[in-house]
Nanobody, 117 residues
Framework: QVQLVESGGGLVQPGGSLRLSCVVS????????MGWYRQAPGKQRELVAD???????NYADSAKGRFTISRDNAKNTVYLQMNSLKPEDTAVYYC???????????WGQGAQVTVSS
C-alpha cells in the first residue's frame, strides 16, 4: 500500500524559511511526477510545484523565485524549500505522487504551514 508522509510544517515569521519533506513508502517504483499542492481556508487546492522523475520542474507564479522543489529518487522523497515566506503562503500543504502522466495521484495527509508574526 502506497503511503505518503509529509513533515517539516510549522509556524514561521514572515520572511522566514521552511523545508517540507514527503516520503513515499510501499512502493519501489520511481514515480513519474511528484509535487506539492496547498489549500488555504476557504480556497481551492492549488498546485505549488511539481517535478518529474527526470528532474523537470514546474512552479506556480506565486512560488517562482522563492520556493525550490527537489527529489531524491533513491529515497522516493520529494522536498519543498520555501524561502521569503509570506502570510498568504499560510495553508495546508499536500504532497502527491503519480506513477504516470495520466495516472491518479496518491496523496499525503497534509502539513500545516502558518506564516504569522
Amino acid at each position: 500500500q502506497v503511503q505518503l508522509v509529509e513533515s517539516g510544517g510549522g509556524l514561521v515569521q514572515p520572511g522566514g524559511s521552511l523545508r517540507l519533506s514527503c516520503v513515499v513508502s510501499g512502493s519501489t517504483f520511481n514515480f513519474y511526477s511528484m509535487g506539492w499542492y496547498r489549500q488555504a481556508p476557504g480556497k481551492q487546492r492549488e498546485l505549488v510545484a511539481d517535478i518529474t522523475v527526470g528532474g523537470s520542474t514546474n512552479y506556480a507564479d506565486s512560488a517562482k523565485g522563492r520556493f525550490t522543489i527537489s527529489r531524491d529518487n533513491a529515497k522516493n522523497t520529494v522536498y519543498l524549500q520555501m524561502n521569503s515566506l509570506k502570510p498568504e503562503d499560510t495553508a495546508v500543504y499536500y504532497c502527491y505522487a503519480k506513477m504516470s502522466l495520466i495516472g491518479s495521484p496518491y496523496w499525503g495527509q497534509g502539513a500545516q504551514v502558518t506564516v504569522s508574526s
